[in-house]
C-alpha cells in the first residue's frame, strides 16, 4: 500500500512538470502601478488612502467591490534575488527569486521561482522554466500589464512564465549549480557552474502587503487586489518601492470575454489618472533592485 501512494505522488509530480513544459497559454492578467515609495512615510495611512480612493473609483466605473474581512492585515517576507555581479542571468531575460515568509520570525524553508521575462509572447512560450523532478511547484504563465514608462493612462505588457519550488530548506552554497539542481535550466545558460550568484547589489527585501479586497469585472473574471511596500531589511523608515495590483486568474485567454477585458484595461488606464499624485513612472518592483545603488 505505502508503494503505491509513493508511485502516485511520483506520477502526480511527473504530470506537473509535463503540465509546465507545455505551458504557452496565458493564465494571469496582472495590472500593476508603481506608487512613490515617499508617499509610504505613514505605511499604515498609505494603505487606507489607496484602498479608499480604488473602492470609490471602482464605484463610480460600476466596478463591484469584494472587501475583504480583515482588509488591511498585513503579510510579512523577506525577498531576494539573485544573479551573477554581471547580471548574466537577467541579460539572458530569466530572473531567479528566493522568498521567505515571517510568522513571528522568518520561516526556516523557502520558496524559489524561475521566471523568464520578454516583451514578445512568443520567446516567453518557448522558454524553459521547468523545475527538477520531485519538488513541489506552481507554474504561472502571466501577463504583467505596465504603465507605459513616460505616460499616464496608457498600458504596455510584459509577458513572463514561472515556476516555483517550494518548501525548501535546503542550505545554498551560491554556486549556479546548487541553484541548478531545482531548475537545470540554469546549468544550460553557457555560464560556469561554479559562477557565484549572490543577492543582487546586496539588497533583501522586507516586504509588507495587504490584500484588501476583490474587483469584479464580470464573467467570472475578478482581479486580487494587493498594495505592496518594500524595504531594504533593516529600515522600514524608507520605502525602496510601493504597488498597486489586481490579479485576475484566466481559463481561456484567448477567448476572454470582451466586455471583461475593456472593463479591466479601462479601469487600469482611468486609475492612473486618478492617482496621479501617487503614481511613480518607473518600471517594476524588480528593476528597483537591479539599479538600486547604495547612497
Not at 511547484?137 to 499616464?152: G, P, R, V
Request: aromatic share 12%; net charge positive; proline share 3%.
Amino acid at each position: 500500500m505505502k508503494g503505491k501512494k509513493i508511485f502516485s505522488i511520483l506520477m502526480v509530480l511527473a504530470f506537473v512538470n509535463i503540465a509546465l513544459a507545455r505551458l504557452t497559454k496565458i493564465n494571469s492578467c496582472e495590472y500593476k502601478i508603481l506608487l512613490k515609495p515617499e508617499k509610504f512615510q505613514d505605511r499604515a495611512a498609505a494603505f487606507r488612502a489607496i484602498w479608499d480612493t480604488v473602492k470609490i473609483f471602482a464605484h463610480e466605473l460600476g466596478i463591484e467591490v469584494v472587501e475583504a474581512n480583515d482588509p488591511f492585515k498585513e503579510y510579512r517576507q523577506e525577498v531576494i534575488f539573485y544573479d551573477t555581479d554581471s547580471f548574466d542571468l537577467r541579460k539572458r531575460n530569466y530572473i531567479l527569486r528566493m522568498r521567505r515568509k515571517y510568522d513571528d520570525k522568518p520561516r526556516g524553508d523557502y520558496e524559489l521561482t524561475l521566471k523568464y521575462c520578454s516583451n514578445v509572447l512568443e520567446e516567453s512560450q518557448k522558454a524553459d522554466v521547468t523545475p527538477a523532478f520531485g519538488y513541489r511547484t506552481k507554474s504561472k504563465f502571466e501577463e504583467a500589464i505596465l504603465i507605459a514608462k513616460d505616460s499616464l493612462g496608457s498600458m504596455r505588457s510584459i509577458y513572463s512564465k514561472s515556476a516555483k519550488v517550494k518548501k525548501i530548506d535546503y542550505k545554498l552554497s551560491g554556486k549556479l549549480e546548487d541553484f541548478a539542481r531545482f531548475f537545470p535550466v540554469l546549468s544550460k545558460l553557457g555560464l560556469p557552474s561554479d559562477a557565484v550568484l549572490k543577492p543582487v547589489n546586496g539588497v533583501i527585501v522586507d516586504e509588507r502587503k495587504i490584500s484588501p479586497g476583490m474587483l469584479k469585472f464580470g464573467d467570472n473574471i475578478n482581479g486580487m487586489v494587493d498594495i505592496t511596500v518594500w524595504y531594504l531589511k533593516g529600515d522600514t523608515t524608507h520605502p525602496l518601492v510601493a504597488e498597486f495590483s489586481y490579479d485576475c486568474k484566466i481559463r481561456d485567454y484567448d477567448n476572454m470575454p470582451k466586455d471583461a477585458a475593456e472593463k479591466c484595461n479601462e479601469f487600469f488606464k482611468k486609475l492612473q489618472l486618478k492617482m496621479a499624485d501617487w503614481v511613480y513612472l518607473g518600471a517594476t518592483k524588480t528593476d528597483t533592485v537591479f539599479k538600486y545603488k547604495k547612497e
